[in-house]
């Protein structure tokens, strides 16, 4: 695996001399894993958006789906405005470019996707998370960690429904089909979730990659042990890859804190 490093940035919130200032540092990294020929996963780390997709098809398919979005989203970044409105442009001009790439020829063909922005239209900025299908969010925050997105799968909807426990669907013969993603039968938009902007939060952004092989409490575990993004990605992917490594890996940890002087300035 490519070594892995902490990227940090320093966001400046409202003016100068009123505002205050949010420090982020973060860290990516994706594998093929031990089971697969291709990665068919891809992420994006360029501030304000932390996106990771997991493409799903035949031949090359799912690695058309991923990169087509990816690169797409890079774009909005790009253009220096993120929000609901600019990532469902995106979206769909990525849907487009999946249907039309001379080598989608499965209809199945498509991708995942999930992520984090920071919005900072509004003071107090806040976080925002998408989602569309089964990869994760998870948010570390005050010694516990929850997953924020919800799995768009038949076997959480039958979790919903009552008509399994969540133990059962951890091995559910269902437990990899999807009810969402973007692909080139039609543009969908995600599920966003707003949060607060708190010191001391850690975000987990990952693929079922991770989550085949780590349990929530794994995740919680290796955050704990690496205060660093990078050693936090490495020791998971590491731990990943040790358990199976059964599919395509990729993780984004995103850690932020807020300087004691600007706490009161952020939410």
Request: glycine letters at 10%; one cysteine or more; charged letters at 20%.
């Amino acid at each position: 695996m490519p070594e892995v490093s902490t990227q940090h940035r320093s966001v400046q919130i409202g003016e100068s001399s009123h505002g205050g200032t949010i420090e982020l540092a973060w860290a990516g990294a994706t594998h093929t894993g031990r089971r697969r020929d291709v990665n068919q996963d891809a992420l994006l780390t360029e501030y304000p958006l932390f996106v990771v997709a997991d493409g799903m098809g035949g031949h090359l398919g799912g690695e058309i789906a991923s990169t087509s979005t990816v690169d797409r989203l890079r774009g909005v970044v790009d253009a220096g405005s993120v929000t609901p409105k600019t990532i469902e442009k995106g979206l769909a001009r990525a849907v487009k470019d999946i249907a039309s790439h001379p080598e989608t020829t499965d209809d199945g063909t498509g991708t995942t996707l999930t992520g984090v922005y920071l919005d900072t239209a509004e003071n107090p900025p806040h976080w925002v998370t998408l989602n569309i299908g089964d990869s994760r969010v998870y948010l570390l925050r005050d010694g516990a960690i929850a997953q924020v997105t919800t799995d768009h799968s038949v076997v959480q909807e039958l979790v919903a429904a009552g008509r399994l426990s969540p133990e059962e669907a951890e091995n559910h013969p269902y437990g990899n089909v999807i009810t969402r993603a973007v692909g080139p039968s039609e543009s969908v938009a995600p599920d966003y979730v707003r949060l607060d902007v708190t010191d001391g939060d850690r975000f987990v952004i990952c693929s079922d990659g991770l989550t085949k092989e780590l349990t929530d409490y794994g995740i919680q575990h290796f955050l704990t042990e690496n205060a660093d993004p990078a050693d936090a990605v490495s020791s998971m992917m590491d731990a990943a890859l040790e358990n199976g490594g059964r599919d395509n890996i990729t993780i984004i940890v995103l850690d932020v804190a807020i300087p004691a002087a600007s706490s009161t300035d952020a939410g």
